[in-house]
């Protein structure tokens, strides 16, 4: 069977000949059908990350498909392949068939297109939990979304408006205006105008941040005083610098979102957020690969030029650009 395995540490995968699994007793063998490509498996394959499995190894830390053979789950149940040291201990997901543990392996109560079933885990449970657990949104706030044409961002904006809230998402281009989604007011971070009114009306509650980096506080900024900026991310960089006599006198609460220590919590909320995608209350933009084209999917992942979240398609159904 086909999978794509690192060799060395910082390099690029290989897509290969690799032998099929071993499906011991109690497991669960998995045709997997699509894979998630994201900045998880970038950072393990830079061989830098606290976790990391044996070199050669299969990467991917989620993926979908349907259950060969189970003792418990019946042949052709959809399901999620997550956890269990996927990618992260020992082989991941970017082949096409896997035999796991069952704790690797969540059923889909709602079907869902194999891409959307690969990918939705992280940034519909994310959002979630940052507006309902960590900033406890209320109905009627007025909320700023940075990175709005990102998965997580723009999964964000959607479930702030459908929770009561009105909704400015934040793009970098112009060009990313089209994938903020649809009842969001999208503004460009380099429209001066547009951010300098964010600054000067400060009548948002609630900032999520997408982005980090050390412009972190000046966007705070654009919550008014008593507010919380809750921070998700930091693709535009890890550190902060935070003038406390400033600080205090903006009254912003930072709040982190850490999803490692909520991953209980984001297993009980998915199974409500998978409905929704289903239904089409929320919807998910995708970009689908080959596995074929896995290295180049990682460089537009790593350069930022991924619209919505990158899967690498691995089943027999024709292949679509997007969903």
């Not at 032998?19 to 950072?43: N, R, Y």
């Not at 060009?175 to 000067?200: F, H, K, M, Y």
């Not at 239904?279 to 350069?303: C, N, P, Q």
């Not at 030029?305 to 159904?317: E, F, I, K, S």
Request: proline content about 7%; glycine content about 10%.
């Amino acid at each position: 069977m086909r999978a794509a395995r690192f060799h060395d540490w910082g390099a690029a995968p290989v897509v290969e000949e690799v032998p099929e699994p071993e499906h011991k007793p109690g497991e669960v063998l998995v045709e997997v059908q699509a894979a998630a490509l994201g900045h998880l498996d970038l950072t393990v394959a830079g061989g830098s990350f606290g976790l990391k499995p044996p070199l050669p190894y299969v990467g991917g830390v989620e993926a979908s498909g349907v259950v060969l053979a189970s003792d418990t789950l019946a042949p052709g149940t959809q399901v999620l392949l997550r956890g269990g040291g996927l990618g992260l201990l020992r082989d991941g997901c970017w082949r096409e068939r896997v035999s796991v543990t069952p704790k690797a392996v969540t059923p889909l109560a709602s079907p869902l297109p194999p891409e959307v079933a690969a990918s939705f885990f992280l940034p519909t449970t994310t959002a979630y939990v940052a507006l309902h657990d960590v900033a406890r949104l209320e109905p009627g706030e007025e909320v700023i979304v940075t990175g709005a044409a990102g998965a997580v961002g723009a999964m964000v904006a959607q479930q702030a408006r459908l929770a009561g809230a009105t909704v400015t998402g934040v793009v970098g281009r112009a060009d990313q205006l089209g994938q903020v989604p649809e009842g969001i007011r999208g503004v460009v971070a380099d429209d001066a105008e547009a951010v300098a009114e964010l600054a000067s009306a400060r009548s948002a509650s609630l900032l999520v941040d997408t982005l980090g980096g050390n412009a972190l506080v000046e966007r705070s900024r654009w919550v008014r005083p008593g507010g919380r900026a809750v921070v998700i991310g930091y693709v535009l960089g890890t550190s902060v610098t935070v003038d406390l006599p400033s600080w205090l006198l903006d009254d912003v609460a930072l709040l982190p979102v850490n999803m490692v220590r909520q991953e209980r919590r984001a297993r009980e909320v998915a199974p409500a957020l998978i409905d929704r995608l289903a239904t089409g209350e929320l919807t998910l933009e995708v970009e689908r690969f080959d596995l074929s084209e896995i290295a180049k999917a990682l460089e537009l992942l790593r350069d930022g030029r991924v619209r919505g979240r990158a899967v690498v398609h691995l089943g027999n159904d024709p292949l679509r650009n997007n969903h």
